[in-house]
């Protein structure tokens, strides 16, 4: 049974590739029974929703895909009883196990390149024989951070959020559309509205007597004179900086300079934003040790 969960752009992803392959063009009940889909799962594909993608996969998603109802309105499970289905949670654990398989097989179909990436974004790798999503050891799940981080932006009283927000989501579907240095650019940008948004509400509260620089590298020094960063700080996002600056990194594909890029905005946006909510608390003040 499935834990973790992949995310709704991957199932937007994954249903993208199923619809270049019509039933008229893939036999779908034929090719998941053949890979062990138990037949209630094909029969409920085809009778409820004549394989139409995006209803079957919300359907799976929302755990409803488990149940019929009968001609009085009455509700019966379809699941046969060895499998124990006793809640709609459990209906819910056992769709994420079969949208997991679907998004396995549809990687192993040509033009899912979009789902490969979305779906390692979400902390997951394919096992295409098995078609199986493995999860990634140790890795970041980009789209959980995300979420974190847009939470966090939510509620930071930052002016402009709705930039800071709009850098997010165009970093990461711009990864997951293969456009990498553009996903890298947006990444640069999301860390500068951070610097940029922190360093002009701090000056705007006038409780330092540093003239606000222009430029992020200026800006970065400038949150390390009025005591926001500590020198350790300073060198930290500055060395961060630098990477998403730099225009290329030899022997390290672009893709991954898109991907590693990503997690450093998402993670390094977070620290800011949570140590800007404390700076706030602080009235603006140099922290004490």
């Known amino acids: ?18 619809n ?28 409820r929703h004549w394989w139409t993608w995006p209803s079957l996969l919300i359907d799976l998603r929302r755990g409803t895909f488990c149940f019929t109802r009968d001609r009085f309105g009455g509700t019966r499970c379809i699941v046969p009883h060895h499998i124990p289905i006793h809640t709609e949670d459990d209906a819910v654990v056992l769709g994420e196990h079969f949208i997991q398989r679907l998004a396995a097989f549809a990687t192993t179909l040509p033009g899912s390149e979009e789902l ?20 990634l050891e140790g890795a970041v799940s980009a789209q959980e951070e995300e979420d974190r981080l847009t939470h966090i932006v939510n509620t930071s009283g930052l002016p402009r959020s709705s930039v800071i927000l709009k850098h997010i989501e165009d970093a990461h579907s711009l990864y997951a559309e293969g456009k990498d240095h553009p996903s890298l650019n947006e990444s640069r940008s999301l860390i500068q509205a951070l610097i940029d948004g922190i360093s002009v509400e701090t000056d705007a509260h006038g409780k330092h007597s540093t003239k606000l620089p222009g430029g ?7 949150l390390k004179d009025v005591g926001f960063f500590t020198p350790d700080d300073e060198a930290a996002y500055g060395a961060g900086w630098g990477t998403l600056s730099a225009g290329s990194h030899p022997g ?8 590693i890029g990503l997690v450093i905005a998402l993670e390094f946006g ?7 909510a404390n700076w706030k608390a602080n009235a603006y003040r140099a922290f004490s040790n």
């Open 1 to 18: 049974m499935a834990e973790k969960i992949i995310s709704q752009r991957s199932i937007v992803a994954m249903t993208r590739v199923f």
């Open 116 to 135: 490969t990436r979305s779906l390692q974004l979400d902390g997951f790798d394919v096992d295409k024989v098995k078609w199986k999503l493995v999860p």
């Open 216 to 222: 992020t590298a200026n800006r970065i020094k400038y």
């Open 252 to 259: 390290v594909p672009e893709r991954e300079q898109a991907r």
């Open 20 to 47: 270049l392959y019509p039933n008229s063009q893939l036999n779908y009940g034929e090719i998941l029974y053949e890979h062990d889909f138990p037949d209630w799962f094909v029969t409920q594909a085809q009778t």
């Open 270 to 276: 977070q620290l800011l934003l949570i140590k800007f």
